[in-house]
């Protein structure tokens, strides 16, 4: 059964191109709120935990690093249908693939360097969100 809520975060080369503000006014002119929100910056400990599912692939020593070398926006978000809508919302992960009007298609560089990440599972939405914010902070 679908939820209401999603995990999103801008990734630091879309913080640091200055383009959070442009990528939340496109994820509330399509209908969600922002329930959570903040600006932090992670580790490379703390990226290797939150992408630990992704540990056995090639790439994940680069993306740890990449995820740690800048300010991210951390955001949970709600809507009804919130996991899939947002998804479309984003794009193809690869920016040449995504539709237009898509965040990645506007803001992402390349594969790697892809403006924003968004929960693919209702499951993934709740321990992502949970990993950067306390119920107090989520509770809507």
């Keep these: 059964m679908a939820t209401n809520r999603t995990f999103t975060m801008i990734k630091p080369d879309a913080f640091g191109a200055g383009n959070s503000g442009a990528i939340l006014e496109m994820i509330e ?11 932090t ?25 990449y995820m740690s070398s800048g300010p991210i926006l ?19 992960t690869n920016p040449e693939n995504a539709a237009e009007g898509t965040i990645r298609k506007r803001f ?13 599972s209702d499951e993934n939405a709740l321990i ?13």
């Design 29 to 39: 002119t399509a209908g969600f709120k922002i329930i959570a929100l903040k600006a």
């Design 128 to 140: 992502e969100g949970n990993f950067f914010f306390n119920a107090f902070e989520h509770q809507g």
């Design 74 to 92: 951390a955001a949970i978000l709600e809507k009804t249908n919130a996991v899939a809508d947002f998804r479309s919302l984003i794009g193809a």
């Design 108 to 120: 992402a560089t390349s594969i790697e360097a892809n403006a924003i990440h968004g929960s693919d």
């Design 41 to 65: 910056r992670l580790t490379e400990e703390l990226a290797a935990e939150f992408y630990l599912v992704h540990k056995e692939r090639p790439f994940y020593a680069d993306l740890c690093r």
